[in-house]
């Protein structure tokens, strides 16, 4: 059970969070679009249910997830609330959790999973899932 907001400020802030098509996912893809990429967006994770991923390339198994600072625990902008300081440590951690544990699953089945931060530009982001696709076209998985 979610504690209440401490302030009425707070709540109508978290209301407004996006968590999924930030700002950041749309300018990365954006310009994955504009280099010829083709991808499906929030894709459920295979076997694992209520997870999805933000962009697939289901071809050549390339998995991308957009993960917010604060939600995420970022190690350079994560910070941590004050008020129902217990509560939040505890969700942010399952967050994390969670996280681990969807890419090694991921991983295990032959995915390449990238993860970017909310602060990363979207031009570096885009050009290193270029790459990653570029390298599986010439390399197929389970094609070694």
């Not at 802030?13 to 749309?26: I, K, P």
């Not at 995420?72 to 300081?85: L, M, V, Y």
């Not at 996280?99 to 090694?104: A, I, K, L, P, V």
């Not at 696709?133 to 389970?142: A, I």
Request: charged share 25%; with cysteine.
């Amino acid at each position: 059970m979610s504690p209440t907001a401490s302030s009425p400020a707070v709540a109508a802030r978290m209301s407004r969070q996006a968590s999924r098509d930030t700002a950041q996912e749309l300018a990365v893809r954006r310009l994955l679009h504009a280099g010829g990429l083709r991808y499906r967006l929030h894709v459920p994770v295979p076997g694992i249910p209520r997870r999805t991923v933000d962009v697939v390339f289901a071809r050549w198994q390339i998995a991308v997830f957009f993960d917010g600072c604060f939600w995420h625990g970022c190690p350079e902008h994560a910070t941590s609330p004050r008020a129902n300081a217990e509560w939040w440590r505890s969700k942010l951690d399952r967050n994390m959790a969670r996280d681990r544990e969807t890419t090694e699953h991921l991983r295990s089945q032959g995915w390449i999973v990238m993860r970017f931060w909310e602060h990363e530009t979207a031009e570096s982001v885009a050009q290193q899932i270029i790459l990653a696709v570029d390298t599986r076209r010439s390399s197929p998985p389970g094609r070694d």
